[in-house]
């Protein structure tokens, strides 16, 4: 069937190698469940970034929670946080993610993005009004909905596939 997206890979690979450009080599991914297609792409983006830069992936820092929920990952990013050895950076698949980061990293003191630097995804308002501002990737929203209408009116079953581009948005976490 038609559909319309973004390139999930080419997005968490931006968002990784920039990590990687600020110096960052201890990074950990907070990603959602491994049975959608998305995650997985977002992982396998993170990492390409990774290997391609001679970087080892810790995979106790890779984690796939089952659901994108903030209270979830709170006690998860806790528990990261009070070991002796914890990334410099995250790469969060979702900005509920990268706020549960944020939250966590106060409680344990860190500056961000001294101590620690954070990528969301989504550019949602979580992104905007934690404090500080998580850097994200963002996603056309209007442009996907107006391409799948426009899929939807000329739809004739050839499997016709939009596949869009993303945006690093910098803010105060790198």
Not at 72 to 81: G, K, N, T, Y
Not at 126 to 132: L, M
Request: hydrophobic residues 40%.
């Amino acid at each position: 069937l038609p559909y319309v997206t973004i390139d999930d890979y080419s997005a968490a690979k931006t968002a990784t190698e920039k990590l990687i450009s600020l110096n960052k080599q201890k990074i950990g991914l907070i990603n959602g469940p491994r049975s959608f297609r998305y995650a997985r792409e977002r992982e396998r983006g993170f990492r390409d970034a990774l290997k391609e830069n001679g970087i080892n992936a810790n995979e106790d820092w890779i984690l796939s929670l089952p659901v994108i929920k903030y209270d979830i990952a709170l006690p998860i990013v806790d528990q990261i946080f009070s070991t002796e050895y914890y990334p410099e950076a995250f790469f969060c698949i979702s900005d509920t993610f990268g706020a549960a980061v944020v939250t966590i990293a106060k409680k344990h003191k860190l500056k961000m993005p001294e101590d620690l630097s954070i990528i969301g995804f989504d550019d949602t308002i979580f992104s905007q009004i934690i404090s500080p501002p998580i850097t994200t990737v963002s996603q056309p929203k209007f442009k996907i909905g107006y391409s799948a209408v426009e899929l939807l009116e000329k739809y004739d079953l050839k499997k016709e596939h939009i596949i869009l581009g993303t945006k690093l948005i910098m803010r105060k976490t790198t």
